[in-house]
Every structure is written in C-alpha cells, then in structure tokens.
C-alpha cells in the first residue's frame, strides 16, 4: 500500500478479521466482495453490495487482464519490487495516454 488508498477492491479471497484490521488501522473502507457459502445463499443485501462493489472491480479488473494478455505482465520481468514498480507505473502512464489517444480520436 502507498498510503493514499481510501479503500480496498478485492474479491472474496480477502475477506477475514485480519484484512478488516489492517483496512481499519490505515482508515481505509472495506470494499472486499462477499460470497455465500455452500446451502448459505448470500442475502439480497450481498448481493447489492457485490453488485455495486462489482462495477469498480470489473473496470479495473479489464486493465490487468489487458495487460497481462498483450503486455506480458503474467509473470515479472525484474528481480525486486521497486523495478516492478516503476514498470507498472510505465504501463499505467501507457495505458492512459492510448486511452487518452483513443477518446481524442472519437470525440474531438
């Protein structure tokens, strides 16, 4: 984490008294998708809340996956998170400029 996140997107995987701590040490808000457990239905207010958490995570979740099948970020290039680091942030300044291209090129 960098410190300046407000909340946290994730899927189900990261649900736990562990991740509700650390959100709440940091001051961020829990936006972790929920899911029913095998003859437990998620209730219609689950449902609701994954929903509208979902809209976020699908957006954000298309980029990674663009990236990974077309820039080859299925596997890291470099030894040590700091490099890896400043590739991503490549790729995102990348990713906005071609989406930045892209809209100027539509929309004038």
Not at 5 to 28: C, I, K, Q, W
Request: no cysteine; proline share 3%; hydrophobic share 45%.
């Amino acid at each position: 984490m960098a410190g300046d996140e407000a909340a946290l997107y994730a899927d189900s995987a990261y649900v736990g008294p562990r991740t509700r701590a650390l959100l709440a040490r940091h001051g961020m808000a829990d936006r972790v998708q929920r899911r029913g457990a095998w003859r437990h239905p998620s209730s219609a207010a689950a449902r609701a809340r994954n929903a509208e958490i979902g809209v976020t995570r699908s957006r954000i979740e298309a980029i990674f996956g663009h990236w990974k099948r077309h820039r080859g970020f299925r596997r890291t290039r470099f030894p040590g998170l700091a490099r890896m680091r400043i590739l991503a942030g490549l790729a995102a300044i990348g990713w906005n400029l071609w989406k930045g291209a892209r809209f100027r090129s539509l929309y004038g």
